[in-house]
C-alpha cells in the first residue's frame, strides 16, 4: 500500500517540479535573450592588415638607387634612401605581420619579368621560391607575368624544369606556394580564365575576396607570342560581374589587386592629387568594392579615389603597404581601411636567413658569369631623358646593336634602333669604372633576339610618328649614331616627325629609300603599339641585345656618355 501510495503521488510531484523547472528555463531565456543580442551589436571590430607589395621584378638584391623620397629637410628636394631586397623586405613583412592578430600578403602583379640576373638566368625560379618563402600567399598577374607566356607563366605557379634549360637550380623547382589570380585575363581557346579570378579568405569568422587582374592594355606592352591565344576584359566590367557572385556567397568584405596605376603628386605616404588610368577603373568599380591594391607605375601612394582607399608600393622590393581593416561582425563588411608604405631600409632592418641562404644557393651557381667583367665606363649612362626623349644609355645600347648587326654577314644594318621600356635602370659608376656582366645585364633583362629588317623611308617615319600611340605616355625610341632627326611638338599626332629632317650620317633619307634597320624581337613583333615594324622585310635574326652589349663594351671601353644630340624637339 504504502508502496502504491508512494507511486501513485509521483504524476502530481513531477508535473510540479516540471512546471517549475520551465519557469526558470524561461526565465533564464527571458534574462539572456537582451544579453545575446547586445553582445552581437557590441562585439568589437574583427581587425585585419593587408601586406602589399607590387612591381617586384625579381630584386632579390636591393636595386641600385633604392628609392627615392622627399627630403625631410627640404621638401623641394629629393633625396635616394638605400632600400629594398628580399632579405630586408622579409623581415619587415614579419616583422608587421607580428603586429596583428589576423593578416594576409598579396600581390599586385610584375613579381617576375625584367629581373637582373640572379633571378633571370634562372628563369625567375629564384623569385617564385623567396615569395612563396617569406609568406606571400596571393597575386594579380601583371603584364610582365606573360613576357615569356602562358605556359611558362602556368609552371610558375605548378613548378618543373624549364623546358627551355631544364633544372639548372641549385634545388628542384616546386612552383609558387601564393595562388596566382587572373579574372580578366582569358584563354580564347576554351573561355575561361587562365587562373581563378578570385579567392576568399576567413578572418574570425568574416569572409573577405580577393580579385586579381591585369590591366587590359597588356597585349599592347608584351611581345605578341606572349600573349597569343588570350583575353583581357575590361578591369572594372569584369570586378562588377564578379560582385552578384561573391554577394550570393554572402562576402561583403572585397579587396581588389590589380595590375595597373596611376601618377600621384607628394610623398610616396602622400597622395595630393593622381592622374592615370586608376582613376577612371575606380570610379567604374562597384560600390560594393572597399579598397584597391594597385601596380604598374612604379609609383608609392596612398590615395582616397572616389571615397576607397588606393595604394601603391614603389617597385623592385623597396616598399611593403600596411593596410590595417576593420571589418564589421553584424554587417561583414569593411568599416574603415587605412594604410602606410614602410620603407625596406637597408640601415634599419637585419637580413632575413632563409633569405640569405636561399641567394647564396643561386649566387654560388651564377656568380662566376655575374661577376665576370665587361667593360668600363668614365661616368654614369643615365635612362635620363632630354626634353626630346633621348638618353645616354639609349645611344649606347642602340649603338651596340648597330655594331652587332653592321657586316654584311651579320645583317647590314645602318640604324639601330631600341624601345625605352627595355631599358630597365641606369649604368651606375663605381670606384673605377669596372662594369660587371651583372650590371649590365640589369639594364637589359628581357634578353631580346636581335633583329634585323628592311623598311622604307616612309615606313621608318610612320614607326617614329607610333611613338605617340598613347599620348599621354609617349615612348621615345632610342636611336644609334649617325641617324638623327627632329620632331614637333605643336604638330598633330601622326604628323610630328619633320619629313625632310630625317637623316642618315648627314644625307637626308628619301621616303622611297631601302634602309637596313636592327631592332629587337620585341618590337619587330610590334611590341609597344609599333604596328609598323611588323612590315619590315629580309628579317634576319642576330644574337641576342645583352651579348651585343657586352661586346660592345668590350671592345670600346672606356664608354663615355654620348652627347644626346640624335633627336630634336621642336616648340
Known sequence: MRSRASSDARPADDTAFIMHLRSILLGALLFAAPFTTATAQDRPPVELRILA????????????????????????????????????????????????????????????????????MFHDEPTIESLSTMGLEISSVGNHEFDKGKSELKRMQSGGCSPVDGCKGPHPFLGAKFSYLAASTFDTATGTTIFPPYTVKTFEGIPVAFIGLTLKGTPAIVSPPGV???????????????????????????????????????????????????????????????????????????????GRLV???DKYGTIVTAIDVKLDPKTRDVTSATASNHIVRLDALARDAEQTALIASYQQVAGPIANRKSGVITASLTREPTSAGESALGDVIADAQLAATTAADSGAAVIGITNPG???????????????YAELFQTQPFRNELVTLTLSGTQLKQALEQQWTDPNRPRFLQVSRGFSYTWDAARPLGDR?????????????????LLRVTINNFLASGGDGFKTFTEGTERRFGNFDIDALEVYFQKNSPVAPPARDRIQRLN
Open 228 to 306: 597569343a591565344g588570350l583575353k583581357f576584359g575590361d578591369e572594372a566590367d569584369t570586378v562588377n560581374a564578379l560582385i552578384p557572385e561573391l554577394k550570393a556567397k554572402g562576402i561583403e568584405a572585397i579587396v581588389v589587386l590589380i595590375h595597373e596605376g596611376g601618377m600621384p603628386t607628394g610623398d610616396y605616404n602622400e597622395c595630393p592629387s593622381i592622374s592615370g588610368a586608376i582613376v577612371d577603373i575606380v570610379k567604374k568599380l562597384d560600390r560594393a568594392v572597399d579598397l584597391v591594391v594597385s601596380g604598374h607605375t612604379h609609383q608609392a601612394y596612398i590615395c582616397t579615389i572616389d
Open 53 to 120: 607589395i607590387n612591381d617586384f621584378h625579381g630584386n632579390l638584391e636591393p636595386p641600385t638607387g633604392g628609392i627615392r623620397i622627399s627630403d625631410p629637410a627640404d621638401a623641394t628636394k629629393k633625396i635616394a634612401v638605400p632600400a629594398g631586397g628580399s632579405e630586408r623586405m622579409a623581415t619587415l613583412v614579419h616583422q608587421l605581420r607580428s603586429e596583428a592578430k589576423n593578416s594576409v600578403f598579396v600581390a599586385a602583379g610584375d613579381l617576375i619579368g625584367a629581373s637582373p640576373l640572379l633571378s633571370s
Open 311 to 313: 595604394t601603391s608600393g
Open 422 to 436: 627595355g631599358i630597365r635602370t641606369e649604368l651606375l659608376k663605381r670606384d673605377d669604372g669596372t662594369v660587371t
Open 497 to 513: 616627325i619633320v619629313t625632310d629632317s630625317l637623316k642618315l650620317n648627314g644625307a637626308p633619307i628619301a621616303p622611297d629609300a
